[in-house]
């Protein structure tokens, strides 16, 4: 005979017999944390390409959901590229040049074990080459309404210099702007894509003080002034030095611990 179940408060059910019955917790949600340790494990390495997913009946242990759950979070990696479903062969990982890169899940992982920064760097490189296209563009058709929009994030950077993290966010809100009067939708969408789940990473943005943001705002002061100007090179030229002479600052030395790593290996 099946319990009998009550709501009770905190929308816990108790069962008739007294035992408390923990709320059902909703597939979508288990769903996601599936989707999101799969993507991760693949992409550190611990799922290497070539490699096969471990079987439903043990996935659905590991994680403790059904194997609904288990066949639909599989099947939403698979979309992503990460994998490849063969029937007699079982859940293949992909070559990592398969992957889809823009992915939000996908692009987060990666950035997080991005061990030896070479996926910022091409990010970098690749936010470069489009931003600096759209700030040419910015500057060759920009309308009044641009302009105003410019200048009023120019303006709002200056207001929160003492304020680090509403500079950031002042910071980002001028690069969209500039993106903006380029008319460019489809690379204004990939550098915020990007650009957001970078700026989730430490060593990605780095820390900010009153020198750096300082000189922030003198570069961003360079890329408005070539924008209003119509100078689509020297607009270009600005936003390139920014964003890339920005990131050889701030990128993290990873060799410079390296000394005193071996100092400390000798000593043991």
Known sequence: MARQVAAGPFGMAHAASGEVVPPRVRGTKLGI????????????????????????????DQFGVSRTVIRES?????????????????????????????????LTAIIAHDANLSFLDELVATRTALEADMAAAAARSHTHEDRLRISG?????????????????????????VMAASRNR????????????????????????????????????????????????????AMRAHIVGSWNRRRPNLDADQPATAARKRAR
Not at 36 to 53: E, F, K, M, Y
Not at 75 to 103: A, C, F, M, S, Y
Not at 159 to 168: D, H, L, M, R, T
């Open 153 to 177: 994030a120019l303006e709002l950077m200056r207001s929160k210099i003492n304020n680090v993290p509403e500079f950031g966010a002042a910071d980002a809100h001028f690069h969209d702007m």
């Open 186 to 237: 489809l690379g204004r969408a990939i550098v915020n894509s990007i650009h957001d789940k970078a700026r989730g990473s430490m060593r990605y943005h780095g820390e900010y003080n009153e020198a750096v943001m300082l000189r922030t705002l003198a570069e961003h002061q360079a890329v408005h002034d070539a924008v209003l100007a119509g100078d689509a090179e020297g607009a270009a030229a």
């Open 33 to 60: 944390n599936v989707v999101q340790q799969i993507v991760n494990d693949i992409v550190r390495g611990a799922l290497p390409p070539g490699s096969t997913l471990s079987p439903e009946n043990e996935l659905c």
């Open 74 to 106: 599989v099947k939403v990696v698979q979309e992503k590229g990460l994998v490849r479903i063969e029937h007699g062969r079982g859940t293949q990982v992909t070559d990592p040049r398969q992957w889809n890169l823009l992915d939000d899940v996908v």
